[in-house]
């Protein structure tokens, strides 16, 4: 991402700079937001659902969205399942392997805070939040495939708005 | 097939007051036996000409506050016919004999119990870490008692 996020610093200094930074910025997030190949990740009974949404009733793909079976080519993670105190590193390992920029939607109840396995349990991380920064939280027990496809639209308004210099998550945060 | 009756009558002149066998849902039996004879129950059960018990489905682990209880289900996959065979040891520091060496399904089953409930299988041979994270230290999670960093109790309903 180097010359990418060096690009607003350097086009400020030209004169129309600004307005050709805007316009990129445009596009970029454009075809950011309309080209999100997600990971095939999940642990429990979500990932049901988001097999269900990418199949052909529900069809992930008219958003251009793919399922990548490797983080390397994936720039959004879904987080579809019960995360364990003994997964919680897999998920930080394949949330760190997957190129920037990324993005992560924390699906379903035990994603976003241990949703049914909050109280009394051993094993259960309460929310992936703890591990990797999550953009969107879905609830539900599970979410219907309607309510990811929602997901996965509030996640592109997300996009289209972020500025040139915000791509890297170490200034996301 | 033994009926409930047969497996009982059996089982007491085998072990004569080290076992009380009582009907569950017929057809199961549920035999309540003095901790010291798992070995040799098991070994009798999966011997006998009669009984040919050598399938064990589980071993469960329940903690009953003041003791743990330790219940095996067996059945006999010629026969069709089941047994479920409680046992108690004490809740901390508990010991019980393997029967590892009878029914080889038994390793994992005690691996596990021994993880979570802290019973001691003596004569097992690989008692270590199985389901729990690599780096465990909190102790044995499934004791009623049992408080761990990030766990958060059930608020009572008033």
New interface residues.
Partial sequence: MGVISKLPVVLERMPMGTVVATSLEKVLNEGRASSLWYLLFGTACCAIEMMCTGASRYDFDRFGMFFRASPRQADLMFVAGTIT??MAPRVKLLYEQMAEPRYVIAMGGCACNGGPF??????VL?GVDKVIPVDVYLPGCPPRPESLLEACLKLQQKIKKQKLGEWSSDIRG | MADTATITQLLTQRFPGQVTALDMVPPQTAATVDPAIVSELFAFLAENADLKMNYLSAISGIDRTDHIEIVYFVSSLEYKHKLTVKTRVERIGGKINSIQHILPAANWFEREIWELFGVDFVGHPDLRRFLLPDDWNQGNPMLRDWEGEDFIRMPEVQ
């Avoid at chain 1, 909050?118 to 094993?123: F, K, L, M, R, V």
């Fill in positions: 105190h003994k909050h109280y009394d349990t051993y094993a309460k």
